[in-house]
């Protein structure tokens, strides 16, 4: 059994507040993070690289670069949450052991017109975020 809990953006804001160990771990590209925005206080660290979508080789060890441990508690993203459940799934055959994916992502579905941000999401929720 996965040791991967499924949230959404709100209990993700909620359990970033209430425990102070826990970390926001970025997974998206350089230009999503700073060009989309991102919330404020996220880690970046991407999980793929464009233009194959190949997982960056030293991710773990970039993850960890930030003081991270397997007993970190992790909170995942990236746009709509595909990326940072393949991050998760990682991590928890790496041994980390308290890992959240946050379902919607950054960004959210798409909606009827193809458009982000509309239906779901970190901003959709209006939690916290700025752009760099």
């Known amino acids: 059994m996965s040791a991967i809990k499924s949230i959404s953006p709100n209990q993700a ?11 926001l771990i970025d997974t ?3 230009i999503e993070y700073s060009f989309v925005g991102h919330p404020i206080g996220a ?4 999980f793929k690289r464009p233009p ?3 997982v960056f080789p030293d991710f773990i060890e970039q993850l960890e670069s930030h003081g991270i441990t397997h007993s970190t508690p992790l909170v995942l993203m990236c746009r709509s949450g595909a990326r940072s459940m393949a991050a998760a ?3 928890e055959q790496a041994g980390y052991q308290s890992l ?6 950054f960004e959210g579905d798409k909606d009827d017109n193809n458009h982000r941000g509309t239906l779901s999401g ?3 929720h209006q939690l916290p975020w700025e752009q760099s």
């Open 13 to 23: 804001y909620e359990i970033l507040q209430n425990d102070s160990q826990s970390k």
């Open 52 to 54: 194959n979508w190949d």
């Open 122 to 124: 970190w901003r959709f």
């Open 28 to 30: 998206r590209t350089l």
């Open 89 to 91: 799934n990682v991590l």
């Open 43 to 46: 880690i970046h660290v991407p």
């Open 100 to 105: 959240y994916n946050m379902d919607e992502g």
